[in-house]
Each structure stands twice: as structure tokens, then as C-alpha cells.
Nanobody, 111 residues
Framework: QVQLVESGGGSVQTGGSLRLSCTAS????????VNWYRQAPGKGREFVAG???????TYVDSVKGRFTISRDNAKNMVYLQMDNLKPDDTAMYYC?????WGQGTEVTVSS
């Protein structure tokens, strides 16, 4: 059974930083792309960042230069370093390893 567990969310002020973590179990992490999504209150879920098997990383334009995705295949973990956070980054953040989703971790950025 695949399980994804996110952690690291919290409340910060504008300009602050958070590091999200996602631990995967029941899945061969080394053969999967891993992604972060987020869903703000009243909005749909959107792609934030992705790490592909070939090393390619991609980001939604709104977080480029501020967020960094990384993975540790040996530990089955993926991270999202979020710097210079803005109120628009407030959302529930989800780890995604197709076809599974984590339960999410909440990020709140106050102005």
C-alpha cells in the first residue's frame, strides 16, 4: 500500500521560509517522478514543482527563483524548500507520486 506523508507546514510572515518534506512508503521511489501541488482556499489544485527521473526539475512560474524541489531516493523522500514566501503561497501543499496523493500540509503566509 502506497503512503505519502507530508510535513513541515506552518505559519510564517511574508518573506519567511519553510521546508516541506514528503516521505513515501510502499513504492519504488527510484522509478517515479515526484511532484508538489497546492490548493488555496476556494481554488483548484495546481502544480507547483516536479522532479523527474532524468533530473529535470520544473516549477510553476509564480514560484520560480523562490522554491526548490529536491529528492533523496535512498530515503524515499522529496523536499520543497520555500523561500521569500508570499501571502499568495498560502495553501494546502500535497505530495504527488502518481497515482497517489498525500494528505497535505498547510502553509499560511501572513502579510
Amino acid at each position: 500500500q502506497v503512503q505519502l506523508v507530508e510535513s513541515g507546514g506552518g505559519s510564517v510572515q511574508t518573506g519567511g521560509s519553510l521546508r516541506l518534506s514528503c516521505t513515501a512508503s510502499g513504492i519504488d521511489f527510484t522509478v517515479k517522478n515526484v511532484n508538489w501541488y497546492r490548493q488555496a482556499p476556494g481554488k483548484g489544485r495546481e502544480f507547483v514543482a516536479g522532479s523527474a527521473l532524468d533530473g529535470t526539475v520544473t516549477y510553476v512560474d509564480s514560484v520560480k527563483g523562490r522554491f526548490t524541489i529536491s529528492r533523496d531516493n535512498a530515503k524515499n523522500m522529496v523536499y520543497l524548500q520555500m523561500d521569500n514566501l508570499k501571502p499568495d503561497d498560502t495553501a494546502m501543499y500535497y505530495c504527488r507520486v502518481n497515482p497517489s496523493w498525500g494528505q497535505g500540509t498547510e502553509v499560511t503566509v501572513s502579510s
